[in-house]
């Protein structure tokens, strides 16, 4: 439930860059002072969204959205969190957070969980809530969108705004599970991160971690909590959001009736958040086993508030020019110099950012270190003294407004849960609600009043500040002083050195000659409400196309190219060379694009490629706005037609998989990724991870003779779903791929079939990991083969899976406080024999794992023995039934299954007819039945822990 950011959502609707502020002065955060930012800016918010404010000082956004159809998420947004805190307060808003769900007036403890079940919600995932520096979100997502459903979720939130009980033995009890995940979410990384944010802010609340810390959520009292609870969360700092399929008039309503009975009360204040950092060059180093040397280097600026109006837009886009340049040089640095580093970024959000700075930024390894930060230094000069070209700013403005462009196409698209992220955003930041069309608007207003000298002179007044900060994550020790002396001697030998930028031309390929597409066969996918038309035909050179418009997919198109023969058209003692083509394919775009040139051909216009080696498929796919479809299949075409290896994809992508080697017994993640896939699924070649013996061992011939070879296996499938019209679609294809050659041989099962642990338990410990963390992991065999009829045991398997995760939950968690989030699941190859594994895992303390796995057995006892009670099986199937009924609005999901069956041959639409109607037969008996099957099979069991006896 932890987050470290207040900014969520992947898509920045409300601002080119998120324009947030933290000024620092008499009073923080100065826009939390209970109104909209467009109450005060000459910026008009959305008219997608309808605004309002109680007169207590509740504000609401309502935004109607249909996707999916027939629900709503309904947001409760406190603006309150680590920032408001005291020293002794360390995490206490993050443990309020936890209490929500611990009992409030109408929802004593233990009954919030059970209601939101049986109203089709999942806790965790329909249900959450996340706390971070300066707010605490309470989310739900109703499995329906009437007003009785808005109705029951704003009844709970409004419970949790002001009438949290806060029962002495309830704190005391979640006590346990906050630790737990306090210990969950340590880390080496988190703890370097946290020592680095204390170095840059000392004395300072954004040095202060969310969670807090063991000694302060150690001593909370329910009394701490209601002093907290009563002062901060006030109407005038609550936001309630809803976005969905509702009517807005109507919500309105429900909110006014909801929250206006909530006492209003005056805002509390944070008069500082700490001082600002002293002047002058400081450096950290930090000691990490690890071949990267990672480079910062900070200049900071003081914190000063700007309103979110089109004058202080601009200034951000003036800026936003700037650093997207100056990325472009890098990037083109690493192309022509693979060995330089491994990535270097520029980042000067130095006006408004919550703590204002230019950073430079590299990570290298120790060969190339010295060379790294002279070449850092020498790019700060030559943007301190030249700064950007014409040409430069030229295609970064160009690329922009493709990207606008394109995200404007696909904001039809967006989800209700992501846009109350949008609303979240904006409200909490300062900033005007935009859509990305109308910031498209802006932008385009914006852009003819910015020169090239206003974009260099931003960029020189961002790297001027005398507060710089140093920091290098390094495998051996070096002294700050040794540091900072190398990057002044750096500073001082620096050159202004040119800069010339040679882009790719595209398409490269010789255009096919158009011809004329066969006749299209017409059928159905599908079943009930949702049964699709598919179109089809053949092309002479042997190409089956099937396309099927999906009505769920908003101005999106999905191309999908299926050939090869995957990893099971291999042996398995040569999967090792598809392992290593896919390293090395992954280093650069699509042929003979380079990374920046497919950022700038594609991906700003919303275009994704790429290619991937499936376990019966090598596929190439790729999706666009129905604007780009050209552009989409000329990508795809040239991606299968001219695989391209370049110099310096070995070195990057050696460097890249040195490291991860060396990392692969460093924390209990880490070996989980190295050792549980080829522990439970046997020693097959294809279960476990490269290598860099492997690496080294295939030659980039052996790739390219791979990548011709599985260019002329078939057959050959091309898939288009989404927004189209079929006929003008299957011209496009015809002439597109006309030129294929036709494929010379089939394709032949030779894979190896995966083989169980079958008894044994495997304990592996991990010495350099300094926390005290075990995980176990229990898995039992248990097959089950893609039936045509679609009676298999999937779906009594899932169903028991779901119980067992209700028990663990109300076990292992809620009663024991051994961990803070198991989990459990079913899962089985709809290929390899349908081989399947029942799992269950559990992170817990490293003295713990005798306790976790007496829990686990007691469970797998008495599910077999007692079954479940009618009532928790309920519950659980209508959780299901919600997820279920919302795939079924999902695009990918329509696209996997006609992959699978057009393909691949599996008939999963008798197990889709079949779903909903086998929910509503499910029964207690039935699942109790599954359940001696599945652990009466044979089971293995791995434990990997870490003592933390190399603690520091």
Do not use: C
Request: hydrophobic share 40%; proline share 5%; charged share 25%.
């Amino acid at each position: 439930m932890v987050t470290n950011s207040s900014s969520l959502t992947a898509f920045f609707l409300s601002a080119w860059l998120g324009v947030t502020s933290w000024g620092a002065f008499a009073q923080e955060l100065p826009w939390y002072d209970g109104t909209f930012a467009h109450a005060k800016s000459d910026l008009k918010a959305s008219d997608r969204a309808h605004f309002g404010t109680l007169p207590n000082g509740v504000r609401y956004v309502i935004l109607k959205n249909q996707r999916p159809q027939g629900r709503a998420s309904v947001w409760l947004n406190v603006q309150t969190g680590a920032y408001m805190e005291t020293p002794d307060e360390a995490g206490i808003a993050h443990y309020l957070e936890h209490m929500a769900f611990n009992g409030t007036t109408n929802f004593p403890p233990g009954q919030l969980i059970p209601w939101f079940q049986k109203h089709g919600m999942s806790f965790g995932g329909d249900t959450n809530a996340h706390t971070a520096s300066s707010e605490t979100v309470y989310t739900l997502e109703l499995s329906a969108s009437d007003q009785t459903a808005i109705k029951d979720g704003l009844s709970i939130l409004r419970d949790m705004a002001d009438r949290m009980t806060l029962l002495p033995e309830e704190v005391d009890e979640e006590r346990g599970i906050i630790l737990a995940e306090k210990k969950a979410r340590d880390s080496e990384a988190m703890t370097l991160g946290l020592a680095w944010s204390h170095f840059m802010w000392p004395d300072h609340k954004f040095a202060e971690p969310v969670i807090g810390y063991e000694k302060t959520i150690k001593a909370f009292t329910a009394e701490d909590l209601r002093r907290y609870y009563e002062k901060w969360y006030v109407p005038g700092r609550m936001v309630v959001i809803v976005t969905g399929d509702v009517n807005e008039k109507a919500v309105e309503g429900l909110i006014t009736d909801a929250f206006s009975s909530i006492p209003a009360k005056p805002l509390p204040w944070v008069d500082s958040f700490g001082p600002d950092p002293k002047p002058g060059l400081q450096a950290l180093v930090q000691k990490r086993d690890n071949p990267l040397y990672i480079f910062n280097y900070v200049q900071m600026f003081p914190r000063d508030w700007a309103p979110d109006n089109k004058a202080n837009r601009r200034l951000e886009l003036v800026d936003l020019i700037g650093r997207l340049a100056v990325s472009r040089r890098l990037a083109r640095l690493t192309e022509m110099d693979p060995t330089l580093w491994r990535r270097a970024g520029f980042v000067n959000n130095w006006r408004h950012d919550p703590s204002p700075n230019t950073v430079m930024s590299f990570v290298t390894d120790k060969a190339n270190f010295t060379r790294a930060l002279q070449q850092s230094a020498d790019l700060l000069k030559g943007l301190e003294t030249q700064g950007i070209s014409q040409e430069e700013m030229d295609t970064v403005v160009n690329t922009l407004r493709q990207h606008f462009v394109a995200a404007a196409q696909e904001e039809v698209g967006l989800t209700n849960r992501e846009w109350a992220e949008a609303i979240l955003q904006s409200v909490n930041s300062g900033s005007v609600l935009t859509t990305y069309a109308e910031d498209l608007s802006l932008f385009d207003e914006a852009i003819p009043t910015i020169s090239l000298k206003d974009v260099n002179d931003a960029l020189k007044a961002s790297l001027t500040s005398t507060v710089e900060r140093i920091r290098l994550i390094a495998p051996e020790r070096m002294t700050s002083d040794a540091v900072i002396d190398a990057w002044t001697q750096a500073r001082q030998n620096a050159t202004a050195e040119g800069f010339t930028e040679t882009k790719a031309a595209f398409p490269y390929l010789p255009k096919p000659v158009e011809v004329q597409a066969p006749p299209l066969k017409e059928g159905t996918f599908g079943t009930g409400k949702d049964t699709f038309t598919t179109y089809s035909m053949t092309l002479k050179n042997g190409l089956n196309v099937v396309m099927m418009p999906i009505h769920y997919e908003k101005n999106r198109i999905t191309v999908t190219l299926g050939f090869g023969g995957g990893l099971q058209g291999l042996p398995d003692d040569a999967v090792t060379v598809p392992f290593v083509a896919e390293r090395l394919m992954a280093e650069h775009g699509p042929g003979r694009l380079r990374h920046q040139d497919a950022m700038d051909i594609f991906s700003f216009k919303g275009v994704t490629i790429r290619e991937v080696i499936g376990e019966q498929l090598n596929l190439i796919a790729g999706d666009a706005a129905p604007t780009e479809v050209d552009l989409l299949l000329e990508g795809v075409r040239t991606a299968f037609k001219d695989p391209t290896l370049f110099p310096e994809d070995r070195q990057r992508a050696l460097l890249a998989l040195t490291t991860e080697e060396k990392d692969k017994d460093r924390d209990i993640d880490h070996v989980t990724d190295y050792e549980a896939i080829p522990f439970f699924e046997g020693p097959r070649r294809r279960s476990q991870a490269l290598t860099v013996a492997d690496f080294n061992g295939v030659s980039d011939d052996a790739v390219k003779d791979y990548l011709k070879m599985t260019r002329q296996t078939g057959p050959r499938t091309l898939l288009v779903t989404g927004t189209f019209d079929a006929k003008a679609m299957a011209q496009k294809i015809a002439t597109v791929f006309s030129d294929l050659a036709p494929t010379t041989a089939t394709t032949q099962y030779q894979g190896r079939a995966a083989q169980f642990p079958e008894g044994e338990t495997r304990v592996i410990e991990v010495p350099r990991d300094n926390l005290a963390k075990a995980r176990v992991m229990v898995a039992w065999h248990f097959d089950t083969p893609v039936d045509a009829s679609g009676d298999n045991d999937r779906f009594e398997a899932k169903l028991l899976a779901g119980v067992i995760r209700e028990a663990l939950r109300e076990t292992v968690r809620e009663g024991r406080q051994l961990a803070y989030s198991p989990g459990g699941g079913y899962r089985a190859s709809l290929h390899d024999g349908g081989y399947g594994l029942f799992s269950i895992s559990v992170d817990t303390d490293a003295d713990k794992v005798e306790a976790v796995t007496a829990a686990i057995d007691e469970i797998v006892t008495q599910v077999q023995t007692q079954g479940v009670k009618p009532d928790v099986l309920s519950r659980l199937i209508k959780t299901q039934l919600t997820a279920w009924n919302a795939s079924r609005q999902n695009p990918r999901l329509w696209t996997n299954f006609l992959l699978n069956q057009v393909v691949l041959g599996l008939d999963l639409e008798g197990a889709f007819a079949k779903k909903e109607a086998r929910f509503k037969a499910a029964t207690p008996e039935a699942v109790q039945a599954m359940a001696k099957r599945i652990f009466s099979q044979p089971r293995a069991t791995m434990v990997i822990v870490s003592t933390g006896k190399n603690t520091p």
